[in-house]
C-alpha cells in the first residue's frame, strides 16, 4: 500500500524528537513505497544536507518546502514530470532525476534553476550553463523587440501585482504566437525561459524603461544585437552510454546461404511510430543485395525479408501517410521506399510486405532517397547521374494497393549523388556530391503546389556548398562526401573520404553568407565555403561510402575500416552554440566485438566472422530515437545489434 509521509509518520520511522529532527544531516527514504510527503515534514528538516528518496512512488516534491542547506537530492526512479520545485532548493550541488518520466528539457531546467550543481545523473561533464547563456542571448533581443512593438505603452508606473500578472501572461500569449529560437528537443526549456525571460522584461520595465535589460550575472541585450558564437579552445564532448553488442545476423545472403560474406549491406533506418513522428520503434529496415529486411532490436530476430532478383539494393527511406482502412476509418501508416542499382523505385507495405509500386527514375544507380519534412509522399531521389528526380508518390488506395504518382521536378546536381538531406526549418535539399561540393536547392511546400514542370527541364542548383579540403588532396576521387547528415534543425555534419575528419557546420550561416554574395551583386554561381563549427577526429582510412547517422538528441555516428563505431555527442555544439577552433576527440570508439560462434557439423558457416581475413567495413549506422539501440551494416553480410548497457537503462541515460 502506497504510504504518505507525515510529520507524525517521519518521527515514527526515524525514531527522533522534532529537535533531533531538526539537526540530521542525512535522510534516507528509498524503497519506502512513498506516493506523497507533506511539506510540514520536510519543513522541519532544517540542517538536512542529503536526501535519498529514490525508488518511490512520488509524482511530485513540495513546491513549497524551501531547505537551503540541502546538497545532495537523490529523487530517481519515481514518477516525476516537473522539476521547478528545484527552486526552492538553490544549493544542490548534486542531483539524480534518472528513472522518472521526464522531458529532455527537465535537465536543463533543473540546471538552471541549480547555479552550483556540479553533477547531474553522476555525470560530471556538464554543458548545461553555456546552453542556457545560448537561449538568454537569442530569446531576450527578440523578446524586447516584441515588448517595444505591442506592449511598452501599456506598461503604466504603480500598476498592481494582479495588472502585472495579466501583462505579464499577455506578453507570453504574444511571444508563443512567434516562431522564435530553438531546438524542438528542448520545446519545454524553451518555453521555461520565455516565461522567465518575460518577468525579466515586465520587471525592468517598471523599473527603468530603458533600451537594456539586465538578466542574471549583470549581462546586457540589446534590441536585435547581433550575437557571434564565441570561440572556445578547450571543449570536451559529453560522455555517451556505454553500447554492448548483442547479436550478429547474416540475412542479405545470395539464395538465403550463411556463407555469403560478399553482399554488402549499404543502409538502415529504423522505423517511425506512424503517431509520433518524431519517435521510433525498435525495428529497422536494412538493405543489400537484392534483400531489404526488417528486424525486430529486442528480440534480435528477422522478421520479413523482401527480395527483388537481379536488383541491389542501395538506400532506403520510411514515410508515413494516412490510409482509409476498409472499415471506413482512417489510419496512420508506414511505407517503405527503397531503390539501388537498377534505378528502379520500389513501394513497399511493410506490414503485409507487398511491394505496390515500382517505376525506373534513373538511368544509373539510386543513392539515397530523401522524404520531404512537410509532405511526407514527396520523395527525393538522388542517383549517379547527376540528377534528383522528385516525386509525388501519393497514397495507395485499400485493398489494391492503387496510387497514381507524378514526377515533380528534375534537379541537376553538380555531380553523382552520394547522400540526400532536407533542413527542415527552410525547406532546402542539399545533395553530397564530388569534389568537396554540396548542391542545394530550396522545396518549400508552397513550391510543390505551385512551381512543378513535371520534371520536363533540369532545374539547376540555387547554389552550390564547399568544404574545404584537407592537404594532400589532389584527385576528384579524394574529394567524395561520402556523409551528409543533420544534427539539429540548422547544423550539419559531413565528411570527405580519406580526410580523416567530420565538419559540424550552421546551414543558416552558409545560406546568410549566400543571400549577401547575390546582395553585392556578385552573382549566384560561386560556390560558398562553410566555415567550420567543429572538425571532429575520425578514422585515417581509404575507404569509400561509409556513410554518417545522426539523431535529434545530438548523438552523431560514423563507423570505419576496423569494424569500429565512432560516437560522438555534439550537444555543446548543437544545443549549445559553441564553436571550436581545435579537432575535438570523439566520445567514445565501440570495437568491434570478439566473436564466438557454436561449432555445428563440419564447422561454422559464418567461420569468415572470426578468421576477419579480409577488412571489415561498416557501411552504415542507424539509432532509434530512445538512444537504446544501435545497428551497424558491413561490407560482409553483417548486422551487428547494439543495446544500451543495462546499468544506463537504470540510471535513464540512454540519450545523451
Known amino acids: 500500500m502506497a504510504?504518505?509521509?507525515?510529520?507524525?509518520?517521519?518521527?515514527?520511522?526515524?525514531?527522533?524528537?522534532?529537535?533531533?529532527?531538526?539537526?540530521?544531516?542525512?535522510l534516507s527514504l528509498k524503497n519506502e513505497n512513498i506516493a506523497e510527503i507533506a511539506p510540514e515534514a520536510l519543513q522541519e528538516l532544517s540542517s538536512l544536507r542529503e536526501l535519498d528518496l529514490s525508488g518511490n512512488q512520488l509524482a511530485a516534491f513540495p513546491a513549497e518546502v524551501h531547505l537551503d542547506n540541502l546538497r545532495t537530492l537523490n529523487i530517481g526512479d519515481n514518477n516525476i514530470t516537473d522539476v521547478t520545485f528545484l527552486r526552492n532548493l538553490p544549493n544542490i550541488v548534486e542531483l539524480v532525476l534518472a528513472g522518472n518520466p521526464l522531458e529532455f528539457s527537465d535537465r536543463y531546467i533543473a540546471a538552471s534553476l541549480l547555479p552550483k550543481l556540479r553533477t547531474l545523473d553522476n555525470s560530471e561533464n556538464l554543458q548545461f550553463d553555456e546552453i542556457g547563456r545560448r537561449y538568454d542571448s537569442m530569446l531576450l533581443p527578440e523578446l524586447q523587440a516584441i515588448w517595444e512593438r505591442e506592449f511598452s505603452a501599456s506598461c503604466k508606473a504603480g500598476m498592481t501585482a494582479m495588472q502585472l500578472a495579466a501583462l505579464t501572461a499577455a506578453f507570453v500569449d504574444a511571444i508563443d504566437a512567434e516562431k522564435l529560437y530553438g531546438h524542438r528537443l528542448l520545446g519545454k526549456f524553451k518555453k521555461y525561459k520565455i516565461e522567465t525571460l518575460a518577468k525579466t522584461v515586465v520587471a525592468n520595465a517598471q523599473n527603468d524603461r530603458g533600451a537594456k535589460v539586465r538578466v542574471a550575472g549583470g549581462q546586457q541585450f540589446r534590441r536585435r544585437a547581433a550575437k557571434r558564437r564565441k570561440i572556445y579552445e578547450n571543449i570536451t564532448l559529453p560522455a555517451v552510454p556505454l553500447y554492448e553488442a548483442q547479436r550478429l545476423l547474416r540475412c542479405h545472403s545470395k539464395s538465403d546461404s550463411a556463407?555469403?560474406?560478399?553482399?554488402?549491406?549499404?543502409?538502415?533506418?529504423?522505423?517511425?511510430?506512424?503517431?509520433?513522428?518524431?519517435?521510433?520503434?525498435?525495428?529497422?529496415?536494412?538493405?543489400?543485395?537484392?534483400?531489404?529486411?526488417?528486424?525486430?532490436?529486442?528480440?534480435?530476430?528477422?522478421?520479413?525479408?523482401?527480395?527483388?532478383?537481379?536488383?541491389?539494393?542501395?538506400?532506403?527511406?520510411?514515410?508515413?501517410?494516412?490510409?482509409?482502412?476498409?472499415?471506413?476509418?482512417?489510419?496512420?501508416?508506414?511505407?517503405?521506399?527503397?531503390?539501388?542499382?537498377?534505378?528502379?523505385?520500389?513501394?513497399?507495405?511493410?506490414?503485409?510486405?507487398?511491394?505496390?509500386?515500382?517505376?525506373?527514375?534513373?538511368?544509373?544507380?539510386?543513392?539515397s532517397f530523401a522524404v520531404h519534412p512537410d509532405s511526407p509522399t514527396v520523395v527525393c531521389c538522388g542517383s549517379a547521374d547527376h540528377v534528383v528526380t522528385v516525386w509525388d508518390i501519393g497514397v495507395p488506395r485499400l485493398p489494391d494497393y492503387e496510387h497514381q504518382r507524378r514526377k515533380l521536378y528534375a534537379l541537376k546536381a553538380s555531380d553523382e549523388v552520394i547522400h540526400l538531406a532536407f533542413v527542415p526549418d527552410t525547406g532546402h535539399l542539399l545533395a553530397a556530391c564530388e569534389r568537396g561540393i554540396?548542391?542545394?536547392?530550396?522545396?518549400?511546400?508552397?513550391?510543390?503546389?505551385?512551381?512543378?514542370?513535371?520534371?520536363?527541364?533540369?532545374?539547376?542548383?540555387?547554389?552550390?556548398?564547399?568544404?574545404?579540403?584537407?592537404?594532400?588532396?589532389?584527385?576528384?576521387?579524394?574529394?567524395?562526401v561520402d556523409g551528409l547528415a543533420m544534427l539539429s534543425d540548422d547544423i550539419v555534419a559531413s565528411k570527405i573520404c580519406k580526410q580523416g575528419f567530420i565538419y559540424l557546420w550552421s546551414f543558416r550561416d552558409t545560406l546568410a553568407r549566400h543571400r549577401d554574395w547575390l546582395t553585392e551583386g556578385l552573382g549566384g554561381s560561386e560556390a560558398i565555403e562553410i566555415t567550420p563549427l567543429a572538425k571532429l577526429e575520425w578514422s585515417q582510412n581509404d575507404e569509400v561510402y561509409i556513410s554518417l547517422t545522426a539523431s535529434d538528441c545530438g548523438l552523431l555516428a560514423c563507423g570505419d575500416d576496423q569494424g569500429r563505431l565512432w560516437l560522438y555527442n555534439t550537444t555543446p555544439i548543437t544545443l549549445g552554440g559553441l564553436r571550436s577552433s581545435e579537432m575535438?576527440?570523439?566520445?567514445?570508439?565501440?570495437?568491434?566485438?570478439?566473436?564466438?560462434?557454436?561449432?555445428?557439423?563440419?564447422?561454422?558457416?559464418?567461420?569468415?566472422?572470426?578468421?576477419r581475413k579480409d577488412e571489415l567495413v561498416v557501411n552504415?549506422?542507424?539509432?532509434?530515437?530512445?538512444?537504446?539501440?544501435?545497428?551497424?551494416?558491413?561490407?560482409?553480410?553483417?548486422?551487428?545489434?547494439?543495446r544500451v548497457a543495462e546499468d544506463c537503462l537504470t540510471r535513464g541515460n540512454a540519450t545523451p
Not at 589 to 611: C, F
Not at 625 to 642: D, E, H, P, Q
Open 3 to 26: 504510504l504518505t509521509v507525515t510529520l507524525d509518520v517521519l518521527l515514527k520511522k526515524t525514531d527522533l524528537t522534532i529537535a533531533k529532527l531538526r539537526a540530521i544531516n542525512t
Open 620 to 642: 552504415t549506422i542507424a539509432m532509434d530515437t530512445s538512444g537504446k539501440f544501435i545497428v551497424a551494416g558491413t561490407n560482409n553480410n553483417l548486422l551487428c545489434i547494439y
Open 584 to 611: 575535438l576527440s570523439p566520445s567514445a570508439i565501440v570495437a568491434w566485438p570478439d566473436v564466438q560462434l557454436e561449432k555445428r557439423g563440419k564447422g561454422s558457416l559464418m567461420q569468415d566472422v572470426i578468421e
Open 259 to 367: 556463407t555469403d560474406h560478399r553482399s554488402q549491406v549499404w543502409r538502415c533506418a529504423f522505423e517511425p511510430n506512424p503517431d509520433e513522428p518524431d519517435v521510433t520503434f525498435s525495428t529497422v529496415a536494412t538493405c543489400g543485395g537484392s534483400t531489404i529486411c526488417i528486424v525486430d532490436c529486442e528480440s534480435a530476430t528477422v522478421m520479413k525479408r523482401f527480395v527483388q532478383p537481379n536488383e541491389e539494393f542501395y538506400s532506403l527511406a520510411w514515410t508515413t501517410v494516412t490510409l482509409e482502412m476498409r472499415s471506413g476509418r482512417w489510419c496512420n501508416t508506414n511505407l517503405l521506399i527503397a531503390g539501388g542499382k537498377r534505378g528502379i523505385v520500389y513501394l513497399i507495405e511493410p506490414d503485409n510486405l507487398v511491394c505496390y509500386g515500382k517505376w525506373t527514375t534513373a538511368k544509373l544507380a539510386i543513392s
Open 438 to 480: 554540396c548542391s542545394v536547392w530550396r522545396i518549400s511546400a508552397l513550391d510543390l503546389k505551385a512551381d512543378v514542370d513535371g520534371g520536363q527541364t533540369q532545374r539547376s542548383s540555387d547554389f552550390e556548398i564547399h568544404l574545404p579540403l584537407s592537404e594532400g588532396v589532389q584527385t576528384d576521387d579524394d574529394c567524395l
